[in-house]
Nanobody, 115 residues
Framework: QVQLVESGGGLVQAGGSLRLSCAAS????????MGWYRQAPGHEREYVAF???????KYADFVKGRFTISRDSARNTVYLQMNSLKPEDTAVYYC?????????WGKGTLVTVSS
């Protein structure tokens, strides 16, 4: 079983930046992939970004050029650097990990972008 703990959410003005962190209880090299989803009030959870075991990354179209996913293997942590934030980025951001063909989720961290 994998525990994931997110941090770094908060309130920021439009155009600002935040960096989210997701600390995993397992070595990130034991995880097939990690990534981020988000869920805004009244909306379904949606995919944001993904990083594979090999380090490849993918992004949802609505964050391309603004968000960057990265990892620190020494800290077993994945990051989501969010720049040029927009009010529509307001959501709870969830970290996930694919470990042995099963998905694990963190409890989420709230990001609020004011206009």
């Amino acid at each position: 079983q994998v525990q994931l703990v997110e941090s770094g959410g908060g309130l920021v003005q439009a155009g600002g930046s935040l960096r989210l962190s997701c600390a995993a209880s397992e070595s990130i090299f034991s995880l097939n992939s990690m990534g981020w989803y988000r869920q805004a009030p009244g909306h379904e959870r949606e995919y944001v970004a993904f990083i594979s075991l090999g380090g490849g990354t993918k992004y949802a179209d609505f964050v391309k050029g603004r968000f960057t996913i990265s990892r620190d293997s020494a800290r077993n942590t994945v990051y989501l650097q969010m720049n040029s934030l927009k009010p529509e980025d307001t959501a709870v951001y969830y970290c996930y990990a694919d470990f042995r063909a099963r998905d694990y989720w963190g409890k989420g961290t709230l990001v609020t972008v004011s206009s």
